[in-house]
């Protein structure tokens, strides 16, 4: 309400009041309700929040692009001196870009597949800088460095399809700079970018940002890329900015309940096998704001006046305001404290436990087919030559960057894709090949939960339909019993049981989830193969996922192959790790060994590109050049070492051989002395226990 | 028994059409998914009025697939008992029976609409003042068209406008009758006052389009009940060339419309779904096999394909005449024929349109899973592939319902549409195009074919938009 009037000539943008509403039928719906915003040349203020709380809305309100059915209900949003809100449409353009420029969050579609890249570009110069002809090309090529694309004369001429995602990215921040804008709006820009690669970015981004004295508007979910990019932070909570601090004293003592349930619900290393903390419920819908403070629904805190008196504006600090009507003892509590570590993951001892998957030199490739014939010319080799061994109880995460295989190998291991070698076994049997109905009965034992928790589910089907698919499928009893078993299993979900006659899309993001996870569960598997299960899903509710994993886990003492690039959660779940590399195994051992003490260079580089979500001491990062190669034509020798800085000539020759640094602990590197022996490598079905 | 029930094929089909649309919609009441989505329908105001319409050309389409023939009367007007019943060879449908005065009245030849002479000139004897009889050339007087006026023709105009006023009044009551009643309806059903029954109704903000109905029914009865007060005493769209009522023959038109355009739907479903699922769930050597029919099929000319069909069936029935008792059941088999050909043509669009959509469906994971379960492959089309396809098919069966009904009139302009006895807009526009040569102009068959081919086609276009926005996950805004 009462922004500070601070009347410095600094500032870059101003914003006040914004008010932003989406039509639905005759109503409008705010989705933006009355921000204030400053951002000073050179600063960087980070928006923070859930999906759904506006912040996407409010950066498309600022350039005015917001889709057909968003209005700007009021506000004043001050640029350069001029209020943007009153602009002519045509001058509009001229911002745009001129003055100040976005980039999105997937680069594989904000590029025109059609168009080279430097024609994409030289439309910009033309519109913002009026340059044409070599001058453009000149100004396109020092653009292309800039943003640091190798052999960018080259680069001109190629069409998007030619660059990697990560390049790609950096075409569209070369453009995005190409009109001289004085503020940068990035909306997630490395969200679909591997760790990497984000690293990558974001390094640049700093750097430009520097040099062009730019001011950035930073629209993210992740509390490691804020630690790492902002100067300041606004924490967005449906359509309000509730708390605004400088990146010290956020990180320090966040004051909102919201923001200290966000850092609680965040997993690693300090929660290992505790219970994270969770944010109950979720986001308000556009429709049903509350009437008081929005975030009462959900915060513990909360008392009477919360639900009736919207709280004001109120310092705490240096800065440092916030939204909440908590008296400032009661806030500073919590902060960023863990929760309790103490009955976590059952620590099964390692060797006791029987092996219920052995998978030895899987390999899944794919033929690349040419010509008229069809003849094969080659092949991709997702995955060549991975060997797992998995007990009950066990968690193993495989983890590594997109186009490793690990996703491959999951489907692979559930015969949901041929595999070209090697064998899996579950159980003592054999999967693959053999008699159809002895298959059938094994996939029972094993089951996935996917990604996308949307696309995952059939959305003609009612969730009980879903759940009794397997059952029915599996020669499940009668209709009784299967309906005991739905309720049964959908209570062991935390879903009520009448959830069983609805429809999936009547669920929120995490519920839905929640349906997958009863669907595995409903013919009792003893391994769960989960592919990414929470990348889809906000904070506070991967917190409820991963809560509810573990603890299925100890109740039923279920197995999990955990496939993801996702090292906090990693860290939070797993018993061992195993990191892929381009269809490899590049090394495996318990997760304390993988994660504090990484061996492989890769190991090392991956870790140390994580964003970590504190204010972490400056250790040197290491930033990996370039990107994944193509499997298709994976590099000689040790796949990884065009990328490696401590790479020898033996490197360049021939693929290392196993190093056994420890009982558990295996890395693939010629920087270790190799302990291969004939024993290793897998182990046979027939030393299975059932 | 007075009459012989005769049961054309194509009545068949169009009956369990109707009955498979009632069950359909009967089975979707129950499915909370499909209910919304058809009360998305409800609530379009341009697809509730375009149906409105549709449902009366479905109206006149169904009292013409009643087909019977009349008992012919025992010589003398005596009938003994032992005589067994004779029936006329001339099939009639229950729409005829009820336009019997407008199928038997023929002029001679043509008359422009509402008048009271013929078009063309004649000699006619004429009785002069002088009692003598002169041979003059005239427009001789109608037989059918006015003659209730006798020698008063200058009372024509006055006769006409004081029925389309007595119409115009009707309608109105009429109108307000059913207005009565719908707002009875909701007095009874929401317990509210008429005052705010009428409200309601009449807004229809975000529930069922009352108004866009009321007012198409305001509408249609406007224009339609002026037209059958003067169908009595006129001929109100002019005759044809063998002087029959082109009223009567644009009536006739929509049943043959309605056939093509939806048994042909029913014959092409089947082929393409069957096909375009396999091909894109399967992959491999099903998908080129699919692929490789599909493709040669859609290059060769469609028209040349229909042709040479048509003209081979032509040649089927005319060397077995025995197989037909009347001339009716002969066109019949035709108007089925050219269904199937046309069938059988078309199906490649949407074999190809599903075949992408099922390519794009298996790789999702709810698929996956299915499979992970060791789900049959059947069932999976079965339960996860086919119930998400659906939306498809229900906006390309609508969408394709116009297409054919003009491709009707297409082919048979070029001759080999249906039998020439029959009468369809396509034999219609086919006999105008010598009648626009003429001086002067005829232009009352042809203007008014392409009035009705044209509110046919428009409200079936208009519907499958409003049905396409209610299915179509993506504008539906929910999946």
Not at chain 1, 458 to 479: F, K, T, Y
Request: charged share 20%; with cysteine.
């Amino acid at each position: 309400m009462n922004a500070p009037a601070k009347s410095c000539g600094d500032e870059l943008l101003t914003v006040r009041q914004l008010r932003v509403a989406f039509a639905q039928g005759r109503a409008l719906l705010p989705a933006v309700d009355g921000i204030d915003l400053r951002l000073a040349a050179g600063e960087t203020l980070a928006l923070l929040g859930e999906s759904g709380c506006g912040k996407s809305a409010t950066a498309l309100a600022l350039l005015r692009l917001l889709p057909a059915a968003g209005r700007i209900v009021a506000g004043e949003v001050r640029f350069g001196g001029r209020d943007l809100l009153r602009l002519p449409e045509s001058e509009m353009r001229a911002v745009r870009g001129g003055g100040m420029a976005m980039i999105f969050q997937e680069p594989a579609t904000s590029l025109n597949p059609v168009l080279t890249v430097g024609r994409q570009m030289a439309e910009v110069l033309a519109r913002h800088r009026s340059l044409g002809g070599t001058a453009a090309q000149a100004t396109a090529l020092d653009l292309l460095s800039a943003v640091g694309i190798a052999d960018a004369r080259r680069r001109l001429g190629e069409y998007p399809f030619q660059l990697s995602g990560g390049m790609k990215q950096r075409v569209m921040i070369a453009m995005a700079l190409a009109g001289d804008p004085r503020l940068l709006v990035a909306d997630e820009p490395t969200t679909a970018l591997d760790v990497t690669i984000q690293a990558q970015i974001l390094d640049l981004l700093r750097r430009l940002q520097v040099e062009r004295a730019m001011g950035m508007l930073l629209i993210t979910h992740d509390l490691g890329v804020v630690a790492q990019m902002a100067t300041r932070i606004g924490v967005m909570y449906a359509g309000e900015i509730v708390e605004e601090a400088p990146r010290a004293s956020f990180f320090a003592t966040p004051r909102h309940p919201y923001t200290q349930k966000l850092f609680a619900a965040l997993p690693g290393l300090a929660r290992r096998g505790g219970q994270l903390q969770t944010i109950p419920g979720q986001v308000p819908s556009l429709s049903a704001m509350p009437a008081g403070c929005r975030f009462a629904a959900r915060c513990e805190h909360a008392w009477d006046r919360c639900r009736q008196q919207s709280p004001q504006w109120r310092q705490v600090a240096l800065d440092h305001r916030v939204r909440c009507h908590l008296e400032d003892g009661r806030l500073v509590a919590g902060g960023n404290a863990g929760g309790p570590a103490a009955d976590g993951v059952p620590v099964a001892a390692a060797a006791a436990a029987p092996t219920l998957l052995a998978v030895d030199d899987l390999r899944v490739h794919f033929a690349i087919r040419r010509g008229v014939l069809q003849r094969t010319v080659g092949h991709v080799r997702a995955v060549d030559g991975v060997s797992l061994a998995l007990a009950r109880g066990r968690t193993l995460a495989l983890v590594g960057e997109s186009g490793c295989g690990k996703t491959t190998v999951g489907k692979a291991i559930l015969q949901l894709l041929p595999a070209s070698g090697g064998s899996v076994c579950l159980l003592g049997e054999q999967l693959g090949g053999g008699r159809q109905r002895a298959q059938r009965a094994l996939r029972r034992h094993m089951q996935m939960i996917f990604q996308d928790p949307f696309a995952s589910l059939n959305p003609r089907l009612s969730v009980g339909e879903i759940i009794a698919e397997g059952i029915r499928a599996q020669g499940g009893g009668g209709r009784a019993t299967n309906e005991a078993a739905i309720a049964a299993v959908l209570q062991q979900v935390g879903l009520p049981a009448e959830a069983a006659i609805r429809y999936p899309h009547e669920f929120s993001g995490g519920q839905r989830q929640r349906i997958a996870i009863a669907r595995a569960l409903a013919v009792q598997p003893e391994l769960v193969i989960c592919d990414e299960p929470t990348s889809a899903l906000d904070v506070s509710v991967q917190a409820q996922i991963l809560n509810l994993l573990a603890t299925l886990q100890r109740e039923l003492g279920l197995a999990y192959l955990f496939i993801t690039h996702n090292f906090a959660v990693v860290d939070h779940l797993a018993h061992e790790v195993a990191v892929m590399y381009l269809g490899r195994i590049v090394e495996h051992g318990g997760v304390d060994e993988v994660l504090r003490s990484p061996q492989h260079p890769y190991t090392r580089a991956l870790l140390s590109a994580v964003p970590s979500p504190r204010l972490a001491a400056a250790s040197e990062p290491i930033r990996l050049p370039g990107e994944i190669p193509s499997p298709a034509a994976p590099p000689t020798g040790c796949h990884f070492h065009p990328r490696c800085r401590q790479a020898g000539e033996s490197c360049r020759q021939a693929y290392p051989p196993p190093s056994q640094l420890s009982a558990t602990h295996v890395v693939r590197c010629h920087l270790y002395p190799s302990t291969v022996d004939a024993d290793r490598g897998g182990v046979a079905c027939d030393r299975a226990e059932t | 028994m007075p009459f012989l029930p005769v049961i054309l094929w194509s009545d068949v089909l169009i009956w369990l059409l109707l009955l498979a649309a009632l069950a359909s919609g009967w089975l979707s009441a129950g499915n909370p998914l499909w209910r919304s989505a058809w009360q998305r329908v409800g609530r379009s105001r341009a697809g509730m009025a375009s149906a409105t319409l549709l449902l009366a050309f479905a109206i006149v389409g169904l009292l013409d697939s009643l087909h019977y023939r009349p008992r012919l009367a025992a010589d003398g007007g005596q009938r003994t008992a032992g005589q067994p019943a004779v029936y006329a060879v001339e099939v009639l449908s229950l729409l005829d029976a009820l336009l019997t005065p407008l199928r038997t009245r023929n002029e001679k030849t043509y008359s422009e609409p509402l008048a009271t002479r013929a078009h063309a000139k004649e000699t006619i004897e004429v009785r002069g003042s002088d009692g003598r009889l002169q041979q003059v050339r005239d427009h001789p007087r109608l037989r059918h068209g006015g003659a209730h006026l006798g020698a008063d023709e200058g009372r024509r105009d006055a006769d006409v406008a004081g029925r389309v006023l007595q119409a115009l009044g009707l309608a109105l009551l009429a109108w307000a009758a059913v207005v009565l009643a719908v707002c009875g309806g909701v007095v009874r059903a929401r317990g509210c006052g008429w005052r705010l029954a009428w409200r309601r109704v009449w807004r229809s903000e975000g529930e069922f389009a009352w108004n866009a109905i009321l007012a198409t029914l305001a509408a249609l009865s406007l224009l339609a009940m002026p037209v059958a007060l003067l169908a009595g005493d006129y001929h109100v769209f002019g005759t044809d060339k063998v002087g029959q009522d082109v009223l009567y023959q644009v009536l006739k038109s929509v049943r043959t419309a309605l056939v093509i355009g939806l048994v042909t739907t029913l014959v092409m479903l089947p082929l393409s779904v069957l096909l375009g699922v396999l091909a894109g769930y399967f992959r491999g050597w099903v998908d080129d096999l699919i692929q490789y029919l599909y493709t040669t099929l859609s290059s060769i000319p469609g028209v040349l394909l229909i042709a040479a069909a048509v003209l081979m069936m032509q040649v089927l029935i005319d060397t077995h005449p025995q197989w037909f008792a009347t001339a009716a059941e002969r066109a019949d088999l035709r108007l089925l024929a050219l269904c199937f050909i046309l069938g059988v043509t078309s199906w490649t669009g949407l074999c190809r349109l599903l075949r992408g959509e099922t390519l794009k469906l298996r790789e999702l994971e709810y698929i996956q899973a299915a499979q992970a379960f060791g789900v049959s492959s059947l069932r999976i089309i079965g339960r996860h592939i086919l119930p998400n396809l659906m939306h498809i098919v229900i906006i390309a069966l609508v969408m394709d319902f116009s297409s054919l009904v003009l491709a009707e009139a297409v082919l048979s302009y070029v001759g080999i549409g249906v039998d020439p006895t029959m009468i369809s807009f396509g034999t219609m526009i086919n006999n105008a195009r010598l009648e626009l040569a003429r001086e002067p102009l005829v232009w009352w068959s042809l203007a008014a074919a392409f009035l009705f081919m044209f509110s046919l086609v428009l409200a079936a276009n208009l519907f499958a938009d409003a049905v396409r926005d209610a299915f179509d996950p993506r504008l539906a805004g929910s999946p």
